[in-house]
């Protein structure tokens, strides 16, 4: 059965602590994004890697941090400097040829306690 | 201006009706659009993709695109309440490689 897959569905994160969301693939595609979801707003790109130990920077990278170590999962990291991380995090996975669609994990709810 | 601009809502049509959504880019040579749908809590899926000026048809959907106008626009005959969700509008641009640009949604409500 393929797909994207994240987790956790929820996660809570203290001051000052730095968390990591999953997101793994199994459609064997080249290209894995993540998004980040304000309530109300559209979708904003953090980062994304278009091949194994490669990764770019997207629109509001700051604060954040990713590996791609491997082609099926694409781990984003939340650290103690994004002052503001309560948001939905979308994870995208694409074959990786320009037009080509993303498709989309069911995505983590991170909350500050 | 913004990259990619959808019409502004709450949109709300009932059912049996067609509900027109609209989205404009800023970058002439985009190649790739796409609409997404996006229900409360849940992540988008895709609906539609198009590439070429004209209409496209699935369905109860139709896919518009007017490249010279920089226009895509999505149609939905015979809405049902279980249409209600947030539409996205994504576009690639020729500059972008394989990064898409998202608009903020247009959040459709079909009444009973």
């Known amino acids: 059965d393929g797909g994207i897959t994240q987790s956790p569905k929820y996660l809570f994160r203290k001051e000052g602590q730095n968390v990591t969301l999953s997101c793994e693939q199994n459609?064997?595609?080249?290209?894995m994004y993540w998004y980040r979801q304000d309530p109300g707003q559209g979708l904003r790109l953090i980062y994304y890697s278009q091949i194994v130990n490669d990764f770019q920077k997207g629109d509001i990278a700051e604060g954040y941090s990713v590996s791609r170590e491997k082609k099926e999962s694409f781990p984003l990291t939340v650290t103690s400097a994004q002052k503001n991380p309560t948001a939905f995090y979308l994870c995208?996975?694409?074959?990786?040829?320009?037009?080509?669609?993303?498709?989309f994990g069911p995505g983590t709810r991170l909350l500050v306690l | 201006q913004k990259e990619v601009e959808q019409n502004s809502g709450p949109l709300s049509v009932p059912e049996g009706a067609i509900a027109s959504l609209n989205c404009t880019y800023s970058?002439?040579?985009?190649?790739?659009f796409f609409w997404y749908r996006q229900y409360s809590g849940k992540s988008p899926e895709l609906i539609m993709s198009?590439?070429?000026?004209g209409d496209k048809e699935d369905g109860r959907f139709t896919a518009q695109l007017n490249k010279a106008s920089q226009y895509v626009s999505l149609l939905i005959r015979d809405s049902q309440p279980s249409d209600s969700a947030t539409y996205l509008c994504?576009?690639?641009?020729?500059?972008?490689?394989?990064?898409?640009?998202f608009g903020e949604g247009t959040q459709l409500t079909v009444n009973p």
């Open positions: 994504a576009v690639n641009g020729p500059t972008s490689g394989s990064r898409l640009t």
């Open positions: 198009i590439y070429s000026n």
């Open positions: 995208a996975s694409q074959a990786g040829t320009p037009g080509e669609t993303q498709y």
């Open positions: 970058d002439r040579g985009s190649q790739s």
């Open positions: 459609l064997n595609h080249d290209a």
